[in-house]
């Protein structure tokens, strides 16, 4: 497809398991980011790689969360031991350029942990 | 640090009715503004931006206007329509280092017919 696509859209899981969610940018776009956003709230910056590196990770809560973009194109975030504090949708997104703030948005990977 | 404020909804309006949504940011520097819009079912989707003081964003209608003077970015439509009906995000892209966006809250928007 033309989007973002996220994947799974829906995942629920029980408190100390691993997830991971996985993201498909826009073909072409060199910027990824992950956003958080619990409900109520507007998103909240995880991560963005600039082609495979991460460039800034400081919005990672802890060490419990990483992010993978092994060829610069499908990322993953994976979360270890999850707790029930982690239950939100997580949001990935593309741009073309990292610097413009256009971002373009999947639908979100819904997490709930049990 | 960076930033955005907008006022708290759920708003509620009638079709046709004048809208306006206040965001304010922090002024640090002069940080690029935008309008990020989520309907019902999708992702959030950029709806209008300002990179600099004085600049008008304008999409679908709605406009706004970057005040540097009042910090301020205010979305504005003067007559909404049912498809307007979505969650409305205001934010800034941070400066110094690493250009990421930060959003406010957001403002659900429901208008009745």
């Known amino acids: 497809g033309a989007g973002v696509s996220q994947t799974p859209s829906n995942k629920v899981t029980e408190k100390g398991k691993y997830v991971e969610l996985r993201c498909d940018p826009i073909?072409?776009?060199?910027?990824l980011y992950w956003y958080r956003q619990s409900l109520g709230q507007g998103p909240e910056f995880l991560i963005y790689f600039q082609g495979t590196g991460a460039a800034d990770d400081s919005g990672l809560p802890n060490d419990r969360f990483f992010a993978v973009r092994p060829e610069g194109s499908v990322s993953t975030l994976k979360i270890q031991r999850t707790e029930r504090g982690d239950s939100a949708v997580y949001l990935c997104a593309s741009s073309l350029n990292w610097l413009t703030g256009e971002l373009f948005f999947g639908e979100g990977s819904r997490l709930t942990v049990l | 640090g960076d930033s955005v404020t907008q006022m708290e909804g759920p708003v509620t309006l009638s079709e046709e009715a004048f809208l306006t949504i206040n965001c304010t940011y922090t002024a640090t520097g002069y940080p690029s503004l935008f309008w990020y819009v989520q309907y019902p079912g999708e992702g959030l989707q950029l709806l209008l931006k300002?990179?600099?003081?004085?600049d008008k964003g304008s999409n679908k209608g709605f406009e706004a206007t970057y005040r540097k003077e009042t910090t301020s970015f205010h979305l504005e439509k003067g007559s909404v329509q049912v498809s307007d009906s979505a969650v409305y995000f205001c934010a800034r892209l941070t400066q110094g280092g690493s250009e990421k966006l930060v959003f406010g809250k957001g403002t659900k928007l429901t208008v009745n017919p």
């Open positions: 300002a990179t600099k003081a004085d």
């Open positions: 073909s072409g776009h060199t910027a």
